[in-house]
């Protein structure tokens, strides 16, 4: 043994010696990074995905912050009688509507009821709520409601359907910054208000939907998956740790190192002041897996060798003396794999991989000090008996050596015809299936779309770049233009445009006689309509949310029909193009949170793609300096590359698409599969330089002393994130089930294509 190991190992071996001191020392420090909890905040809008130096991020907050913000919480009103227009369903949205008002943080608040309707009375333009007093209104009146609402371009597929079967009340909101309390709060008040109005008015139901809902969603997906996921994979490793080990202190073990791996890397997280999303929260219980892994490779050895008659105490310096590498190499491979999700477009698997990355780093350092403080300590027996799970390996070993030429054939024949469907999934996402059938956004948003247009939506600012340059003629003929460009388009439902005020009003002032329904061709009387409009416009119901303060620029809502991120970079292309072609005069801008998460997932791919081949050449020099040889080395990437491709292949015959969630996938397995390879490779290498054996039988000492490992921790990693496909947040369920698909395969491949690898290539 080189002298610089034998220094490092007894440094560790003092742990063994000294348990008492080991375990004491152990848990002050882990009491003190654990206090880092307490500052460890928790966000859940959706904006956490998007990096500040995120183009269409800059481009959306510039406009947020001209305009009015777009948080909203959208009412959508279903009435058992089929029609909104009737006494008891315009009396619940008049109702909802003076109510919402209340809500906290509640800027806006936009109905059928309050819709600023405008009537010609001689000279005179009379701007009034479109609905009064529904209790006192005939039957003629409801009539009348009704066609001015079915007609009004800015109230159809926003506010109202086209066939008045359901309504909608919008509320805008100006939440605080960063605040997860904030969505929270509101989603709270909301539901309550939603089940008063239910109340009071039999046979109306509400669905609940918006930015805001959306936000919420996020929030109660993480805190969801925390409350069940996590305790029931802590249940999973437990009850396999039993069955396995047959060994209560054993397992309490390991439970204690699970816990000073994880809550020390939150801490550490809080004191380095991130916070926890929706997607980084899952963090905990990639750790505990990871941990697992690395515990159970040292009880293996150790648990062997006392079955074998080995002494406790010996037996513990033994099985430290032969893991202390492997478990080395394998931590910092693991974590190179996850620290290469920095590379990603989303902070939030940035926080993911860089908590884990500690995670893994303080379960490497706990496996090698404490556990053996708390194995010496504990009562820990054995007893002198055959191991059945190794014979089982030994005839694995046996059918592996003989049929090696046909296995390192066929394996390698399956890979490359997986792996060539691979390319064939498309890349594609849809932000508002990132929520399975079962959560309340989710189904509320599915109606919506059905029934009243949908929440996916685009912002364009058309800027003349002149004060007061909205009342421009030119100006407004550009921007009616566009509107009707969007109108012939199949994917637009609604555009919500002040083109269409500006020629309600011509009208208006023009005896509301029909022909007038176009836009004002002097821009001293596109003003003044506009002057006079705003000043007769209530509190709380004004312009800012269309125009900014100079009026050099106004703000269309496209409200767009469901579409995948692939259709929706598509419409933003064939919009582009219209634009330069077009109004080369003026200045287009588009953006909305559509448009952010379908950029984002292409480009994540193709950073993290970069990533991966990052960490993949860093791995590699890594493994062949460790093991001293380059074939080795080069080897080893076979059987840690095929996994991630042959999953692919297989999701391409199961979905076909990946979106953000699946994007790291490829990256946050690659230092996971590495473990498997590098303990396999370890043995073999033993046995061949230590004990002089061939390759056959070294790897028959391959199978026999980390078969069982590889079989334990394979099904602890795959449980525990097969576990995650459990989550209603589908990029976690998603990316759960894939991460679970290519462990599962790279076990596969580690058995019967490393070993006849191994034995083809050691001549």
């Known amino acids: 043994m080189p002298e610089s190991r034998r220094k490092v190992l007894s440094v560790f071996n003092y742990c063994v010696y000294h348990p008492y001191r080991t375990v004491i ?5 882990l009491s003190v990074l654990s206090l880092g909890l307490k500052g460890l905040g928790f966000r859940n809008d959706y904006q956490v995905f998007f990096g500040p130096e995120n183009p269409q991020l800059q481009v959306f907050e510039k406009i947020q912050k001209t305009y009015d913000r777009n948080d909203n919480v959208l009412f959508i009103v279903e009435p058992d009688s089929g029609t909104i227009f009737d006494e008891n369903t315009l009396t619940a949205i008049q109702s909802l509507t003076t109510l919402a008002w209340q809500l906290p943080y509640a800027s806006r608040v936009d109905s059928v009821t309050n819709f600023q309707h405008t009537v010609a009375k001689e000279d005179e333009l009379v701007v009034a709520d479109l609905v009064l007093n529904p209790q006192e209104m005939s039957q003629q009146e409801f009539e009348r409601v009704k066609a001015v609402a079915l007609s009004e371009p800015l109230l159809v597929n926003r506010l109202v359907s086209t066939s008045g079967h359901v309504g909608g009340v919008n509320v805008t909101l100006q939440l605080p910054e960063k605040s997860a309390q904030a969505s929270f709060e509101v989603a709270k008040k909301v539901r309550d208000l939603a089940a008063k109005i239910e109340q009071q008015t039999p046979g109306l ?3 609940l939907s918006g930015m805001v809902m959306m936000n919420n969603a996020f929030g109660e997906a993480a805190m969801t998956d925390n409350q069940t996921l996590v305790p029931l994979m802590y249940g999973i490793v437990f009850v396999t740790l039993l069955l396995f080990f047959q060994s209560v202190m054993a397992t309490v073990a390991v439970g204690i190192i699970i816990l000073g791996a994880i809550l020390p890397a939150l ?20 750790i505990l897996t990871m941990t697992v892994a690395d515990c159970v490779h ?14 406790k105490q ?3 310096l033994e099985s430290l003396r032969i893991n202390f590498k492997p478990i080395f190499l394998t931590s910092i491979t693991t974590a190179i794999g996850f620290l290469s999700m920095n590379f990603s477009d989303a902070p939030p698997f940035r926080d993911l991989g860089n908590i884990v990355a500690i995670g893994v780093t303080l379960a490497f350092i706990l496996t090698v000090t404490l556990l053996p403080a708390l194995i010496m300590l504990l009562p820990v027996r ?18 592996v050596i003989r049929h090696r030429r046909s296995l390192l054939y066929i394996n390698m024949v399956l890979a490359i015809i997986l792996i060539s469907f691979a390319p064939q999934n498309e890349l594609n996402d849809e932000f508002v299936k990132y929520f399975d059938e079962t959560v309340e956004f989710r189904q509320a948003t599915d109606f919506l779309t059905e029934n009243m247009g949908g929440i996916y939506s685009i912002e364009v600012v058309v800027e003349s770049g002149v004060e007061g340059g909205i009342n421009e003629p030119d100006y407004l003929v550009a921007v009616q233009d566009l509107v009707d460009w969007f109108h012939k388009q199949t994917e637009v439902v609604h555009v919500n445009t002040l083109v269409d005020t500006y020629k309600r009003l011509n009208m208006n002032l023009h005896g509301d006689a029909a022909e007038w329904f176009v836009l004002p061709t002097v821009r001293n009387l596109a003003a003044q309509y506009l002057l006079l409009y705003e ?23 496209v409200s767009l029909k469901d579409l995948s991120s692939n259709q929706m970079l598509a419409f933003e292309q064939r919009t582009q193009q219209w634009v330069a072609g077009n109004l080369p005069t003026l200045n287009v801008e588009a953006t909305s949170p559509t448009l952010m998460f379908s950029h984002i997932g292409k480009r994540n791919i193709i950073r993290m793609m970069m990533g991966t081949f990052c960490a993949l050449i860093l791995i590699s020099i890594i493994l062949m300096v460790a093991f001293k040889s380059f074939w080795l080395g080069l080897v080893s990437l076979v059987p840690n590359l095929i996994p991630a491709g042959m999953a692919f292949g297989l999701w391409y015959f199961i979905d076909g698409r990946i979106g953000l969630g699946l994007s790291v996938v490829t990256g946050l397995t690659l230092g996971i599969v590495v473990d498997d390879t590098v303990h396999f490779i370890s043995k073999y290498r033993l046995a061949r330089q230590e004990q002089q054996m061939t390759p056959e039988a070294a790897v028959r000492y391959a199978f026999s002393t ?7 921790t394979s099904v602890v990693l795959v449980s525990g994130f097969f576990i995650l496909t459990l989550s209603h947040f589908t990029m976690n369920s998603t990316m759960g089930f894939m991460t679970a698909m290519t462990i599962a395969v790279a076990l596969i491949m580690d058995l019967l294509l490393l070993p006849p690898l191994l034995m083809r290539m050691d001549k």
Do not use: C
């Not at 040292?298 to 002494?311: D, I, P, S, Y």
């Not at 054995?382 to 059918?399: G, N, Q, T, Y």
């Not at 980390?706 to 334990?712: F, K, P």
């Open 25 to 29: 020392g152990s848990l002050i420090v």
């Open 205 to 207: 139901h509400l669905h």
């Open 267 to 286: 801490g550490i997280a809080g004191w380095s002041g991130w916070y926890l999303t929706s997607t980084s929260a899952i963090a905990p219980t990639i």
């Open 298 to 311: 040292f009880l293996v050895t150790q648990f062997h060798l006392m079955r074998h008659g080995m002494a």
């Open 314 to 316: 010996e037996a513990v």
């Open 382 to 399: 054995k007893k002198l008996r055959p191991e059945r799970s190794r014979v089982i390996m030994a005839l694995l070993a046996d059918i």
């Open 535 to 557: 000043m007769s416009l209530p509190y709380g119901l004004d312009l800012n949310n269309q125009v900014n303060i100079s009026k050099s620029g106004s703000r269309l809502v």
């Open 706 to 712: 980390v078969g069982v490992a590889l079989w334990i």
